[in-house]
Structure formats: C-alpha cells, structure tokens
C-alpha cells in the first residue's frame, strides 16, 4: 500500500506534464481566438482529484489581460480537446493564471544592469 502512496505525486506531475505538452499543442494549433497571441506555458498544477488544473501562462505580445480572458473563454474548448488526448477518467477544469515572473525577472535584470553601470561609473 505503501508504495501506492509514493506513486500518486509522480503521477500527478506526469498528468500535469501531458496536459501542459497537450494544451500547447492545442492553443498554438486549434484556438482562433485573436485575443490570444503567442503565449508561453509556464507549468500546470493538477488538484489531487483531478477535477481543477491552474494553467501558468506568459505572453511574448499582447494585452495579459485580454489574453487571460480570451483563454478562459476557451477553456470549455481546450477541455474538450485534452478528453480526447487524455487517456484518463477526469479531466480537470482549467484555470488560466498570469505569470509574471518572465516580467519581474526581466525588470530585476534591467536594474542590477543599471546598479552596476553605476557603480562602475563611480570607480
């Protein structure tokens, strides 16, 4: 039984993994939504149940906004798109989520650039 246990988590992140490769696959190819653009996926995390998924998501153009709006209107579509995909008995709702990390890591570079620039202006 114990080693039952120990399997569950993997599978989880398996069946995150799949769904993640699968729904890219699926925005990229199948949705025509113009709200959507070129979005990366950043990771999903799966419930322990299966019935809830939050999908990460950052965009290279576009409004985040309109974007997260535009996939949460689809997310009936993608559903019905990963059930034919997954071979598994629930497939969850999704939840799109922004993520920002891209755009902080990206201003936190911009300011340790000027930090040291400045800095090496003074020596």
């Known amino acids: 039984m114990a080693a039952k246990k120990r399997a569950a988590p993997n ?14 696959e699926l925005i990229a190819r199948e949705l025509k939504d113009p709200r959507v653009g070129m979005i990366t996926l950043q990771g999903v995390e799966v ?8 999908v990460f998501f950052s965009i290279l153009t576009g409004d985040p906004d309109q974007t997260l709006e535009g996939l949460n209107q689809a997310a009936g579509f993608l559903r019905a798109g990963l059930f034919k995909r997954l071979h598994i008995h629930t497939v969850p709702t999704l939840h799109f989520v ?26």
């Open 47 to 54: 419930t322990p149940d299966y019935a809830h998924a939050k």
């Open 11 to 24: 599978r989880s992140f398996k069946v995150s993994d799949q769904i993640q490769r699968d729904l890219s």
């Open 98 to 123: 922004y993520d920002r990390t891209t755009e902080r890591a990206s201003d936190m570079n911009a300011l340790i650039a000027k930090a040291v620039s400045s800095r090496a202006k003074e020596d």
